[in-house]
């Protein structure tokens, strides 16, 4: 009767050193969504999400965004009622299984876009992780503010003669939202609504501000600066979106000589 006992209470300690010790795959899903637009997905490199222990700081996982922008109607355009998910079978995510013996406390770190080293911001999040409690479907949806900007012209520290550009420097400006969606006159993301603008130093010291304006090409802001002055010039070209508090800059250097 003792041995029997001794065996049941020997199967018991396993039993609970079993349930302590065994990791239990949890699945998670992570998506990158700009602010005011779509998701950050294939179409401009993907988000870099890296998923770590609160605690410890160890990273449990990472990997890029993959998939399409998602469905514009869906997202910009329709209405949303309580737990009505705004994405569909395509649209981007960062899908991964982690293994945890126990509740674990999570940062999930998102950068993005990743591959627009010059636009790329870093938003994070943290999470509660159940065992066995899946994080599916929708996700966890982090919001990325910002624009893209790059500076088409000039270009980065060229050597500018203003004899043979009448004393006028052209700035042209591609600029998107962080999912890489247009920018035009009039559309669904209206540059006429947004405020672009080129803030001139020259040898260091503030110079002149210079007013962008929508190109004939989407996406493309443009604006002339005016000068006699030779010398080292930065161009920050900013843009401002004053209904959604949505801001981008990128930075260009140049030389203006006779």
Not at 3 to 16: G, H, I, N, R
Not at 69 to 88: C, F, P
Request: aromatic content about 6%.
């Amino acid at each position: 009767m003792i041995k029997q006992v001794y065996k049941m209470l020997s199967l018991a300690v396993l039993l609970s050193l079993s349930v302590t010790t065994w990791a239990t795959p949890t699945k998670v899903v992570v998506r990158a969504k700009a602010k005011d637009a779509k998701f950050i997905g294939s179409s401009v490199g993907g988000a870099m999400v890296i998923i770590r222990d609160a605690a410890t700081n160890e990273i449990l996982t990472k990997g890029i965004t993959k998939g399409s922008t998602g469905n514009t109607n869906l997202i910009m355009r329709k209405a949303h009622e309580r737990y009505q998910s705004i994405v569909d079978d395509r649209t981007a995510k960062f899908e991964a299984t982690i293994d945890i013996k126990a509740p674990t406390f999570i940062t999930i770190q998102v950068m993005a876009p990743y591959n627009k080293k010059q636009a790329t911001v870093t938003a994070q999040t943290q999470v509660w992780l159940i065992p066995g409690k899946d994080i599916a479907g929708e996700g966890i949806i982090v919001e990325v503010p910002g624009f893209i900007i790059d500076i088409l012209a000039p270009q980065t520290h060229a050597f500018t003669s203003l004899g043979k550009t009448k004393n006028q420097i052209n700035i042209i400006a591609n600029v998107v939202m962080m999912c890489g969606c247009t920018i035009s006159k009039g559309g669904l993301w209206d540059g006429d609504k947004m405020e672009a603008k080129a803030l001139i130093k020259r040898n260091g010291e503030s110079y002149k501000t210079v007013e962008l304006k929508l190109g004939k090409q989407v996406n493309t802001f443009e604006g002339v600066l005016k000068t006699t002055d030779t010398g080292l010039y930065e161009i920050i070209v900013y843009v401002y979106d004053a209904r959604t508090g949505n801001t981008g800059v990128d930075k260009v250097n140049v030389v203006i000589g006779k």
